[in-house]
Every structure is written in C-alpha cells, then in structure tokens.
C-alpha cells in the first residue's frame, strides 16, 4: 500500500514541480520582453506546426509517427507538446515517489537528486532521440538556465512529496 501511495504522491508532486519550473520558465519570457499571458504561453497557444513544438514535443512527434507509420498531422503539435512536458514532469514524480520507500534513510540526498537527475537525462535521451544537440554543444549560460529550472522543478516536487506522506 505504501508503494501505491508513493506513487500517487509522486504524481502530485511531478505536477506541483512542472507547475513551478514553468513559473520559472515564464518569469524569464516575461523579463526578456515575452508578451503573452500566462495561460497562453503555458498551453503553448503559438504552436501550430511541427516546426515550432519544443524537444518534448519533437520527441512526441517521433514516437506518434512510429505508432501510426505515417507523420502525425500539424494540428497534433499543440496537444504533443504539452502532453509529453507534463507527462515528463509527472514521471518523474512517480520515479521518485517509487524510490522514496527504498531510500528513507537519507530523504535530503534523494531531493538533493531529484532536479539534476531530471536535467542531466534530457541532455542524454533527447540528443539520442535527435531532438536536442549534445550537451557539450551548448554555452554555459544556457546550461546554468535549464539546470535552475530543474533545480526548482526538484526542490518543491520533492517538498511537495514530503508534505503529502509526512
């Protein structure tokens, strides 16, 4: 039962988490002259082509043309792309809720994880899936951007975790 709760919880707070590193994500359009409102940016209301989805929704695109045999129609890209971001945010979640019960005794080490497990395994699947460039082509500045976003992704999913089993 504890494992089912975990997970359960885990789903929570993958959500709680994406939630926040979206914040994140959106405080920093806004700030570099972004002008859609929350909502809008955050259902990716401007996606209307393949050509426009982000690495989620690209590696969305990819899985859809296997599964159907035949490329996935433009008017999927929206729904993909937002469909695999929070899947990809709750997984993790899961993921973490599961381990939680194997790895008690040091519950700070697993938050302490969390974040940079979720930023380092985009920089590995999604080069491999050719949606991403490897990690070393990228400046440091933009590697520190995306690894605080997922810092603050695992910080409040962990907090979160931590106040729905405590």
Do not use: C
Not at 99 to 117: C, F, I, Q, S
Not at 119 to 133: D, E, F, G, H, I
């Amino acid at each position: 039962m504890t494992l089912i709760r975990n997970a359960v919880a885990g789903v929570v707070a993958g959500a709680v988490g994406t939630a926040a590193m979206d914040l994140v994500w959106y405080r920093r359009y806004r700030r570099d002259g972004g002008q859609e409102a929350l909502w809008q940016w955050e259902s990716a209301r401007d996606v209307t082509t393949w050509e426009q989805a982000s690495a989620p929704g690209q590696l969305g695109r990819k899985a859809l043309d296997a599964v159907m045999g035949k490329p996935a129609p433009d008017r999927w890209a929206r729904t993909t792309t937002q469909l695999v971001h929070w899947a990809t945010g709750v997984g993790w979640g899961v993921q973490y809720g599961v381990l939680a019960g194997r790895t008690a005794r040091h519950p700070w080490l697993r938050a302490l994880a969390l974040g940079p497990a979720a930023w380092s395994a985009s920089y590995v699947v999604l080069p491999l899936a050719k949606v991403y460039r490897p990690v070393w082509t990228y400046d440091a500045p933009t590697l520190e951007k995306d690894l605080s976003a997922h810092l603050v992704y695992g910080a409040v999913a962990s907090a979160t975790f931590a106040l729905l089993t405590t």
